[in-house]
């Protein structure tokens, strides 16, 4: 199992390698090695096949885990190889490479001119998907006004139309469909948050097991996108038109603990089988399916020693300049750290300078004045500080009395060291005074 990260289902993979009887082996940081030597290569710890489960959507730097991903394919059999998951991390280029194969997915437009997309946007109508090309649960997506611009960027991602498949006679809902190999192992609805449009579990969408009773085009329908896609296993999303499904994204590292509670059925079991049968090891077909009723997501065996932690932590200042990005533009802005929020915070004229939006859902923030809390609407943001790209839902609220326009929470200070001493706008009088200092000499 190649995979950096702690998720339930690498755990869940890596257990149900060891119950079906075979050495489950985790590649991480910690044991990872690739050795060349007098022409030999040799990967460390020995193994005999690689499961792929890089997360790719959420990291600043693909590419890196996509050569490391690659390095280990070119000497090991891979399921889930990288160029295969390239292609579907990248929703444009796998809407793009779907259509090619005469499956139905949702008009589109990716431009890389801020006027060659705006002139394209009419044709979706006044309301649209905007997306970022590369993101994860959820994130990086709106339901945009389209009478107003959008930029062809979100911060360092680039970013497309799409149009909105919708039928307004019933509760905004999409498909989950789960295929390891060329089965499907399970499949599920998912229903959209109160306030929200977007169904991802990861957002607190409902499910429900769709297994029994999904209709025949659309079982087929993901079947093919997978694999024209290429993808050992994928989680392959559906929306239903008044026309029939359409392929909204397939993801090749798709999360299931939805899924399992949904269906009672987990993947893990079906991906270990595949991965053990396809160097010539055999599986009990009945333990596949006894595996399949639990999600054990515990610590596996194979587990490497975790490394101690780094008390390195890059430094933020209390008062930090920022570039605080939105669907229609972006800004520098001075933010002020403030590690008892929970949430970031954005001035309501600063939210519609940059297009921040639309309104999600709606929260109860805390305060000392307003007996039980204010609400106050909450809207996607991109914050950029320093070379670091955040994504964060973010409440909007009237600071116009407060000196600083955005307020920066535990949801992205959870990654810095707040550093009280250093302030982004003393700095800024100080490099000011130092200016005008040098002109009176001249």
């Known amino acids: 199992m190649l995979s950096l990260h702690n998720s339930k289902e690498t755990k869940a993979i890596c257990n149900a390698v060891e119950d079906l009887g075979h050495e489950p082996v985790w590649l991480r940081e910690e044991n990872a090695a690739i050795s060349v030597e007098d022409g030999d290569v040799s990967v460390e710890p020995p193994v005999d096949v690689i499961a792929n489960r890089l997360l790719l959507s959420n990291t600043d730097q693909p590419a890196e885990l996509l050569g ?34 005469n499956i139905r997915v949702p008009d589109a437009l990716l431009a890389l001119s801020n006027d060659r997309l ?33 930029n062809p960027k979100v911060g360092n991602r680039q970013a497309f139309l799409q149009r909105l498949i919708d039928r307004d ?54 079947l093919y996108a997978a694999d024209v896609m290429d993808l050992d296993y994928a989680g392959v999303d559906l929306v239903e ?18 899924l399992f509670e949904a269906t009672g059925t987990s993947p893990a079991p079906h991906i270990a089988r595949l991965a053990i049968e396809t160097v010539g090891g055999e599986v009990d077909d009945d333990a596949v399916e006894r595996i399949a009723a ?26 930090e300049e920022v570039v605080v ?11 002020k750290s ?17 297009g921040a939006g639309p309104i999600k859902s ?53 990654d810095y060291r707040v550093d009280v001493r250093r302030r982004a706008d003393t700095d800024e009088a100080e490099r000011d005074e130092a200016g005008e200092i040098l002109e009176e000499e001249e």
């Open 68 to 101: 490391l991903a690659t390095t280990f394919e070119r000497i090991r059999p891979m399921l889930n190889e990288p160029d295969a998951v390239l292609a579907s991390i990248h929703k444009f280029a796998t809407a793009a490479t779907l259509a090619d194969w």
């Open 118 to 150: 705006n002139e394209g946007r009419e044709r979706f109508g006044e309301v649209g998907v905007y997306k970022t090309a590369i993101g994860t649960h959820g994130g990086g997506t709106w339901k945009v006004d389209l009478t107003e611009r959008v």
């Open 169 to 222: 006679d019933e509760k905004h809902r999409d498909l989950r469909v789960y295929i390891v190999g060329d089965e499907i192992v399970g499949s599920m609805y998912r229903y959209a948050p109160e306030g929200d449009w977007r169904t991802n579990v990861a957002l607190g969408g409902a499910v429900e097991d769709a297994t029994d009773d999904m209709p025949e085009e659309a079982a087929e329908t993901a």
């Open 241 to 258: 038109g008044y026309d029939g499904w359409y392929v909204l994204e397939v993801n090749p590292t798709a999360g299931f603990k939805g």
């Open 294 to 319: 639990t999600l054990d997501d515990s610590r596996p065996s194979c587990a490497p020693a975790p490394k101690p932690a780094s008390t390195e932590q890059p430094d933020i200042g209390y008062i």
């Open 325 to 335: 990005t939105g669907t229609s533009g972006s800004t520098q802005a001075l933010a």
């Open 338 to 354: 403030d590690t008892g929020a929970t949430r970031t915070s954005i001035d309501t004229q600063l939210a519609a300078e940059i």
């Open 362 to 414: 709606m929260t109860r923030v805390k305060s000392g004045s307003v007996k039980g809390g204010k609400a106050r609407p909450v809207v996607d943001l991109v914050i950029g500080i320093g070379g670091n790209q955040h994504t964060v839902t973010a409440s909007v609220e009237d600071r116009g009395h407060m000196e600083y326009p955005l307020l920066l929470g535990r949801d992205i200070l959870t």
